[in-house]
Each structure stands twice: as structure tokens, then as C-alpha cells.
């Protein structure tokens, strides 16, 4: 372990069990998966517990054994938020354009199924998220113990698919949803008091989010809602992560593989 590098089991508490179990998946999966002297590309997730991926990492950049080969890295973003937080951790920042091929990429999820099957997009960033996290070798979800699902999607993550569609298309898709895939629920995200109107994703597209109940077979459903005119892409990632870290509020993390 790298001299200045803060060791998990001595960590101060953030003062917030849900920070703290964010932190420790996070901070545990980047200790254990990222190679400093074989990865060089690096895939920065969205939302609230990536943000510890990122300060770990920034965290061997200041460290004396690891600045060098952490300094020669490249991260490459999943969006505006995901963009910042590289920057903020003084990580050197690259572009999917420049870099296709990544080596290894981090990321949270909104829910994760007993195959590792997931529902992201909560936070409407699934495009980019799941352009990188396909582009990457070698896939690690962070998240905490809440993520994890006893069995299907759509058991605890109860606001629906995510899926992102080009504006003019939305009554069609919403149509579909309901006619065709007979979805229970579908709404345009609002922006709420945050912004009037609907959400505009990092790449100026409307979020629908679509209620199918538990989601048995998640596979097939992202393959027909992908089939459906105007839509850009789903929330559900399939046989795309390798393993996903559950961080629990007293520290503890644990990690399901493939
Ligand atoms: O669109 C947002 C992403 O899919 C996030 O990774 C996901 O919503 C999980 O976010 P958080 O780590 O804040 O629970």
C-alpha cells in the first residue's frame, strides 16, 4: 500500500453511513482491480459513488510511488459531471474519440441483478456510460448494498427502465413502450424545480423512464426497446459488468463476480 494513500480499514468516518458504504466499494474496487503499471485508459462513471473511484485514484497520483505511472493515465468521461470530477483530481483528461479502446472502466448502477445484469441511466447519463463501459476491457460496478438486487431487475429500482430518445420522437416511443411492449408506466423525466420541462441528457436528448415490473429476462427486453424507432439507447447493460463492489455502512464491501 502506497505510503501516503489512506488505508480502508483506518478511514474517519464521512459522518453519513450511506457516504461511507459509497466510499468503501469504491475506494476497495480501485485497490483491487486497478493495474497502475498495466492499465493506462481509464473510464470514469457517473452519479454519487463514482466520485470516490475518482478521489482514490487521485489519491495515488499524490502519492510519491504512484505519481508517476497514476500522472500517465487517461480518464475518460461518461458526461459534464463525470468530465469535472477527472479535472478535480488534477487526472489527466482524454476524450472517447481519442481513446476507443479502454482498458479498464468503473461505474455505479442503479440495480444489479444476481448475473450482474444491470438498470443504470438514474442520473440520465447511460449514453456515454454505456459507450464506455462496452469500450472497455474489463467493467467494475461500485455501489452501495441498496444496488443489489435478491433476484430480477426492476425488484428495488422502482422508477422504471431508463431510456434515452431523441425529443421529437417521445410520443411515438411512449406509445410503443405502452402498445407494443406493454409497459406498465412511462413518463418523460422533468427537470422538476430544477428545470421546467424534461431533463436534456449530455448529448441533448430526452430520458424516458418505463415501469416493466421485475424484469425477468432483461436481455430480450433491451433488445425490443432498442428496436423501437427513435430510441437512442436503454439503461440496461447486459453481460457487461464483471463484478460489482456493495459497500455497507460499517465499512464492510461485498464483491459478486461473474
Ligand atoms: O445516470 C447515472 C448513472 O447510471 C449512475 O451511475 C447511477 O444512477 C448510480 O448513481 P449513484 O452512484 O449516485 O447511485
Known sequence: MAASVPRIDGLESLGNPLEDAKRAAAYRAVD?????????????????????????????LQDSEY????????????GFQSRNLILDNKLQLGSIEQYPRIDIAFDGADEVDEHLQLIKGGGACLFQEKLVSTSAKTFIIVADSRKK?????????????????????YVRVKNDLLEQLHADKVDIRQGGSAKAGPVVTDNSNFIIDADFGEIKDPRKLHTDIKLLVGVVETGLFIDNASKAYFGNSDGTVELVTK
Do not use: M
Open 67 to 78: 505519481s508517476d505511472l497514476v500522472s500517465k493515465f487517461v480518464c475518460i468521461p461518461t
Open 32 to 60: 483491487e482491480n486497478l493495474k497502475f503499471d498495466e492499465h493506462k485508459i481509464v473510464g470514469i462513471g457517473s452519479g454519487s459513488t463514482v466520485v470516490y473511484v475518482a478521489e482514490r485514484i487521485g489519491q495515488y
Open 149 to 169: 438486487s435478491p433476484k430480477h431487475l426492476g425488484k428495488n429500482w422502482r422508477q422504471g427502465v431508463p431510456i434515452e430518445i431523441v425529443p421529437s420522437a
